[in-house]
């Protein structure tokens, strides 16, 4: 049972850029959540789909956008990239009817903005 | 205002010590819940222990066991015997219901270092 994967492992960009992020969540789970960790500090959550719709937002400005696919994959887009958007990028998914929402990660995408 | 604080940035342990790692938390919601996550070098955040706010008993998994104490709004994560592969970061989360849907708040976490 393969679990979340995320593509790619590591990215470097210039600023002003757009970055897209990917994430394939673990097998029976329909709700993808995204978080962006800076270094030294711990995650903070992005947003979160299910249904192929945005169900919940952190405090991310617009630059930030998300999208579901009926496959319950998941897309994060970043446009005109900052200094400050370097970071690891995670990717959670959880079972929505699940006991107590556990969510489970994948590797995360380091984002380098040069 | 800080949801949840973990006051410890880094620990060193001697191997095969047990250890408590700090969490405390705020939240006016009466049906909350609290999990603790490890964070190795590699990145991957994973999953150790949950524990409700109405659980009456406190969690256990295998080696890692949370000592919660509602009134003090602490949860505590405490690892017996800890070993070297347990050297990674910690964080402690806390599920908050928010809008419509549940949010995942998270500490700052806490660096353990394992010393052989």
């Known amino acids: 049972d393969a679990g979340v994967t995320q593509s790619p492992t590591h990215l470097i960009k210039t600023r002003g850029q757009q970055v897209t992020l990917r994430c394939s969540p673990k097998s029976g789970h329909d709700t993808v959540s995204w978080y962006q960790q800076a270094l030294g500090q711990g995650p903070q959550f992005i947003f979160q789909y299910y249904e192929e719709e945005e169900r919940q937002r952190g405090n991310f400005p617009d630059r930030f956008s998300g999208h579901q696919f009926p496959n319950y994959s998941s ?3 970043v446009n005109a990239l900052l200094l400050g958007d370097s970071a690891l990028y995670l990717c959670a998914s959880s079972w929505t009817s699940g006991s107590y929402n556990e969510q489970f990660f994948g590797p ?3 984002l380098t903005v040069l | 205002a800080q949801k949840i604080t973990q006051t410890q940035p880094g620990m060193f342990v001697q191997e095969k010590e047990a250890v408590t790692l700090d969490c405390t938390y705020d939240t006016s919601d009466p049906s909350y819940g609290l999990f603790w996550y490890k964070q190795p070098s590699s990145g991957e955040m994973i999953f150790l222990i949950y524990q409700g706010s109405y659980d009456q008993q406190n969690a256990t998994e295998g080696r890692y066991s949370l000592n919660f104490q509602k009134a003090r709004k602490s949860a505590n994560l405490v690892i017996s015997a800890s070993q070297l592969g347990d050297s990674a970061m ?5 599920r908050e219901y928010r809008g419509s849907n549940y949010q995942l708040i998270w500490g700052a976490g806490t660096k353990l270092i394992i010393k052989p």
């Open chain 1, 75 to 77: 897309e994060l887009n």
């Open chain 2, 90 to 94: 910690y964080f402690c989360a806390m």
């Open chain 1, 108 to 110: 995360g995408t380091r």
